[in-house]
């Protein structure tokens, strides 16, 4: 064809495409020169085929710039930021959102939301373009906004004012108001064409809202479908519960995040235990769906399949991170997978159109000796590859020898609460157990075109013990206590003790509260709830500021409130068909099992990184991940740390994570795992990295937030050649 036919034909095109709208189709974003989604695509993979960084030159990486997303006020960042055309979004400790100059780090704008949404954990944001019409959405405390990317302002059309209500579609058929408790989204949901899926986070006590999925409509924000994760009256599972279970128990949330085949058109997600936590009387059977990993469509939300990796949870074992996507070989055809990591150290690899393992996994006898009233399972599963990537039970041989008083102090609190076997039920007397905390964790995984898993784990031992409801109310203590302090006894003590020390980042003490937070703050904190700590709206604002001037010592009440009373009050107001559930053993504040000196009571390695063949089941690597500094100068050999946030991967050979407590980044050789390169952040970065290219350069980019018992700070961070 010569010269003038090839311009002719050229012009016929470009006039075809204008007249019939084809210059206006969207290319599908993906990962690489951009990071437009949580995960990097739709299917999570964590992955990017940019390799300007790569072995070679991943020495010579230095920052690039920082951006103060605290400004005034330091904080945690769990956001993993998304890049769409040279823009980065993501969100402040505070969770205002913000638009960026991904090449210079100069703020475009910045949306601050209303004063009623009280923060919550954000880990990150969402994309959405219709033409012109260019949307982030995210969730702050139960609201979910729809913003204008180019301008930072909001899009009333969407919902109520630009704002939807994430209680919405909980109401189904319960007699109690679900308005009036804890909702919110700490993690992205998956966009289908103009159909959003989302999960929550809700409590995990006897006050938990149900953790239905729901589906909105982008445009109007209207809800298009609700998938009941515990099953109503005639839906499939109904049997798997004791009857009109629904009208009272809650949980079976997915807060962890979702993943999307855009072709199959399925949105894929884990859930979590119901409530609540560690005792489940009222809730014989396996209890679908919880602890399941499920396949919906994602335009009606009907079920695909489900697998479910825990039947009747006692131990809190929610799937902590989102599935991720993959294609493997086996018997040399290809295969779509669906891949889930576990909090307890599991690998799940489900062909990803019958929801089958590709794996031999066993279904075994378990113990099921529990609390009175309780129903273990009788079985549970075992798979048999990957092999765990965290240890599974903790033996003798496990006792930390740091030194001999180390050992000696250790061994005599593990005779104590020895726990042969990792489904022991929940008891009074104690047990030890690894996955309160990983395991994997919220930070997930990522995978390479090749197969190769990668992730973080850790291996901290954590003791729970039960108390029954008479004493984790009210303690054995005697004589009348104040209105605030029996307030408190009632709705507190279960989480941060009867003493108010609570345990570590997750339950933190109350002592001198008031130094670190305004009476203001924390009055708003009890009503709207945040992280793991539920909304106590359902309590009367009187009772909630009782509550607040106990804690703060200014309670100025006498000691009226008579403890015998109390007591029996707490022993019979046990849930039969009410809400809230009230069940008749709650759990201790859990605590780390540690040695004299605060380490985990355990050998090391404490927390470690892994590449696992997905096509094999095989370990290609594993090694310790992070290090205390303090025993490194000692001549400790690299312990390991436990670590909150994912690894990113990338076609320059190269898998970047920070994470650690010992507040580094670091880069690792994918095929060996030998470290390349690590820069000291100036504050943790218990966040996701990411990266993408603006104008021919490669940026990799953390948020640097600090917190977990570590300094707070507030940084994005991006780091270039």
């Not at 009348?480 to 108010?500: I, K």
Request: with cysteine.
């Amino acid at each position: 064809m010569n010269t003038r036919k090839l311009l002719t034909l050229g012009v016929i095109i470009i006039t075809a495409s204008v007249i019939y709208g084809w210059d206006k189709i969207e290319k599908p974003l993906q990962a690489g020169k951009d990071w437009p989604y949580y995960g990097g695509n739709k299917e999570g993979n964590r992955y990017s085929p940019l390799d300007q960084i790569n072995l070679k030159n991943v020495k010579d990486l230095k920052v690039a710039w920082m951006y103060d997303a605290a400004v005034t006020k330091k904080g945690s960042i769990q956001c993993q930021p998304i890049v769409v055309d040279g823009v980065l979004y993501g969100t402040t400790p505070d969770l205002n959102l913000f638009a960026l100059n991904a090449a210079t780090g100069q703020q475009l704008w910045k949306f601050v939301a209303s004063k009623g949404d009280r923060p919550n954990q954000n880990r990150g944001v969402m994309y959405w373009q219709d033409g012109e019409d260019k949307r982030i959405l995210y969730s702050i405390s139960s609201g979910l906004y729809a913003v204008n990317a180019k301008t930072g302002e909001l899009v009333t059309s969407f919902g109520k004012d630009g704002r939807v209500d994430l209680h919405e579609g909980l109401q189904t058929n319960l007699d109690h108001d679900v308005s009036k408790l804890s909702v919110n989204a700490t993690s992205p949901g998956a966009i289908y064409k103009n159909t959003l899926v989302i999960g929550s986070a809700v409590s995990e006590g006897g006050d938990a809202a149900p953790g239905h999925i729901r589906a909105f409509d982008i445009v109007t924000g209207k809800l298009k479908w609700v998938f009941h994760t515990i099953p109503q009256p005639g839906e499939f599972g109904y049997n798997t519960w004791p009857k009109d279970a629904y009208k009272t128990i809650g949980g079976t949330n997915s807060w962890s995040g979702m993943t999307l085949d855009e072709r199959r058109g399925l949105v894929f997600f884990g859930t979590g235990s119901p409530s609540s936590d560690f005792y489940g009387g009222d809730r014989a059977g396996s209890n679908l769906f919880a602890n399941c990993i499920v396949a919906l469509e994602a335009e009606t939300g009907k079920l695909k399949w489900y697998y479910q990796t825990i039947h009747h949870d006692l131990w809190d074992r929610d799937h902590p991170c989102p599935p991720n996507l993959g294609t493997i070989k086996q018997n040399g055809k290809k295969v779509d997978v669906v891949v889930q990591a576990t909090k307890d150290g599991l690998v799940y690899v489900l062909d990803r159109e019958k929801g089958t393992s590709l794996f031999p996994v066993e279904e075994r006898p378990v113990p099921t000796k529990g609390l009175p009233g309780e129903h273990p399972f009788p079985t549970q599963k075992f798979p048999l590859k990957p092999a765990p990537f965290a240890r599974q039970t903790y033996t003798e041989a496990d006792i930390s020898d740091l030194s001999p008083e180390t050992h000696a102090y250790v061994k005599a609190q593990y005779l104590k609460l020895k726990t042969p076997n990792k489904w022991t039920p929940p008891n009074t007397t104690g047990t030890l157990l690894f996955g309160y905390s990983g395991g994997a964790e919220w930070g997930g995984n990522a995978v390479d075109p090749d197969g190769i898993l990668y992730q973080n784990s850790n291996e901290e031992p954590w003791e729970l013990k039960m108390s029954d409801r008479e004493t984790a109310a009210t303690g054995k203590q005697n004589g009348p206590v104040t209105p605030g302090n029996a307030l408190y006894l009632t709705n507190c003590s279960s989480c941060h003790g009867q003493d108010r020390k609570g345990s570590g980042p997750e339950l933190p003490s109350l002592i001198n509260i008031d130094k670190k937070r305004t009476v203001t703050d924390i009055r708003n904190l009890l009503k709207t709830g945040s992280g793991r700590m539920p909304s106590f709206r359902h309590l009367s604002e009187k009772d909630r500021n009782l509550i607040v001037s106990f804690i703060t010592n200014k309670e100025n009440g006498k000691a009226t409130v008579n403890m015998k009373e109390l007591r029996t009050e707490a022993k019979t107001n046990v849930s039969k068909n009410r809400f809230p559930y009230k069940p008749p053993y709650v759990s201790d504040p859990w605590k780390r099992f540690t040695d004299q000196n605060g380490y985990p009571g355990i050998k090391p390695p404490w927390g470690t990184l892994n590449a696992i063949d997905l096509n094999t089941g095989e370990y290609l690597w594993k090694i310790p991940f992070g290090e205390y500094p303090e025993l490194a100068k000692k001549g400790v050999p690299t312990t390991g740390t436990v670590s909150y946030g994912g690894p990113l991967v990338t076609a320059g050979g190269l898998v970047f994570i920070a994470g650690t407590k010992d507040e580094k980044i670091r880069a690792f050789d994918k095929k060996t795992g030998s470290m390349v390169w690590e820069y000291q952040l100036p504050a943790g970065g218990f966040a996701t990295p990411i990266t993408y290219e603006v104008d021919g350069k490669q940026f990799v980019v953390i948020a640097a937030g600090g917190g977990r018992d570590q300094k707070l700070g507030g940084n994005y961070i991006a780091f270039a050649l």
